[in-house]
């Protein structure tokens, strides 16, 4: 059985970007907990990390549970507007291979929002480089972008992206749904 560590950007402490009266902390906070509620219907143990403020505890947090994915949830700012996702610059194919099949499948759901596809990207960010399985983080949309943050304060589009977020984790690890039948 895989496992699967999500991780909420920011905390209380450091909300992360504002803008629009959203708060980063508090969407990724209910993002990551609708993408752990889609993704309990499959064969798989779904892990949300502490929101840790020291990042190199929450990758030592799934390196210890040895998950198969991180999953870093975030929402940018700084001007821009669209999503991306990004895996470390020496990531392995296989983790190349997820972080395609998830930005294919969030972008298929936000191309009918006309949502810009910034791409797939590398960074040297701490919880990419400091965790030991294929990691992938998000960038959900521009909290500082008016349309972008219109989509974002709006319950039923988090609740749909976190279902394409769920669906390309599923997808990306072969995640076979639970046997209705068994308890």
């Known amino acids: 059985m895989k496992t699967i560590c999500l991780s909420a950007g920011h905390n209380e402490t450091d909300p992360g970007a ?107 960010f701490r919880v990419l480089r400091e965790t030991a399985m294929p990691a992938v983080l998000l960038e959900n949309l521009f909290i500082d972008h008016a349309e972008d943050a219109k989509l974002l304060a709006d319950p039923a589009f988090r609740d749909g992206l976190a279902n394409e977020i769920a669906w390309g984790v599923a997808r990306a690890l072969d995640l076979k749904l639970k046997d209705p039948c068994r308890n």
Request: aromatic share 8%; charged share 20%; glycine share 10%.
């Open 18 to 124: 504002v803008g629009h009266g959203l708060r980063e902390s508090d969407l990724t906070g209910d993002i990551v907990s609708l993408i752990a509620t889609k993704l309990a219907a499959y064969e798989a143990t779904v892990l949300q990390a502490p929101r840790y403020d020291d990042l190199a505890a929450r990758a030592a947090y799934a390196n210890n549970a040895k998950a198969d994915l991180y999953l870093s949830i975030h929402c940018n700012a700084g001007g821009g507007t669209g999503f991306e996702s990004y895996i470390h610059p020496s990531a392995g194919g296989r983790t190349q291979e997820i972080q395609t099949v998830i930005h294919n499948s969030v972008m298929a759901y936000l191309e009918r929002y006309d949502v810009i596809n910034r791409g797939r990207k590398t960074a040297n």
